[in-house]
T-cell receptor, first 117, second 114 residues
Framework: GENVEQHPSTLSVQEGDSAVIKCTYSDSASNYFPWYKQELGKGPQLIIDIRSNVGEKKDQRIAVTLNKTAKHFSLHITETQPEDSAVYFCAAPPGGALIQGAQKLVFGQGTRLTINP | DVKVTQSSRYLVKRTGEKVFLECVQDMDHENMFWYRQDPGLGLRLIYFSYDVKMKEKGDIPEGYSVSREKKERFSLILESASTNQTSMYLC?????????????FGPGTRLTVT
């Protein structure tokens, strides 16, 4: 089955600097790669996703890059702000995991990002 | 705005008790999911459902069962709670149909089994 590894487990950066979180996956049939952000006391929320037919996607200060050959994808946050402090999760679906329209996801272990003022 | 609500934010139960965790979504989503979240392990899928009365095992179904009698409600049942089931439980829902869809999460239930 799919295995998703996420690094680092904790990351501390100065406000205004960039942060990068990396994930690797094992199933070459995976074709969808979302990133979720979990703020304190809340459930995870989708912030950006990428599908296997593109190599990069940007949304304001966040971007995701995908390298299908190497089976890894990364989240990039530029000009970090205090509100970016949260736990971030990457995820990937096991290939062929679409059952009656329900897309299973395997999540990474999570990265606790702290932005220092 | 999608809303996924969970019946309790915090729950304390004794070993051997039967525990019900309830989840309700208001967006007419076909799919619903139960995860548990543990430090260093991320989110692990327990069960999911793609239609009323339909369910599929996730990656860690042992010790759990689920019920989906109505489209908007998905219940997680711990038949006989054990201390290793102390965890944060997250419910999520998503649209059905072809392709991948965003999962919307509830705020979580922190369950402590003593």
């Amino acid at each position: 089955g799919e295995n998703v590894e996420q690094h680092p487990s904790t990351l501390s950066v100065q406000e205004g600097d960039s942060a990068v979180i990396k994930c690797t996956y094992s199933d070459s049939a995976s074709n969808y790669f979302p990133w979720y952000k979990q703020e304190l006391g809340k459930g995870p929320q989708l912030i950006i996703d990428i599908r296997s037919n593109v190599g990069e996607k940007k949304d304001q200060r966040i971007a995701v890059t995908l390298n299908k050959t190497a089976k890894h994808f990364s989240l990039h946050i530029t000009e970090t702000q205090p509100e970016d402090s949260a736990v971030y999760f990457c995820a990937a679906p096991p290939g062929g995991a679409l059952i009656q329209g329900a897309q299973k996801l395997v999540f990474g272990q999570g990265t606790r990002l702290t932005i220092n003022p | 705005d999608v809303k996924v609500t969970q019946s309790s934010r915090y729950l304390v139960k004794r070993t051997g008790e039967k525990v019900f965790l309830e989840c309700v979504q208001d967006m007419d989503h076909e799919n619903m999911f139960w995860y548990r979240q543990d430090p260093g392990l991320g989110l692990r899928l327990i069960y999911f459902s793609y239609d009323v009365k339909m369910k599929e095992k996730g990656d860690i179904p042992e010790g759990y069962s689920v019920s989906r009698e109505k489209k908007e409600r998905f219940s997680l049942i711990l038949e006989s709670a054990s201390t290793n089931q102390t965890s944060m439980y997250l419910c999520a829902s998503s649209l059905g149909g072809q392709g991948a869809h965003e999962q919307y999460f509830g705020p979580g239930t922190r369950l402590t089994v003593t």
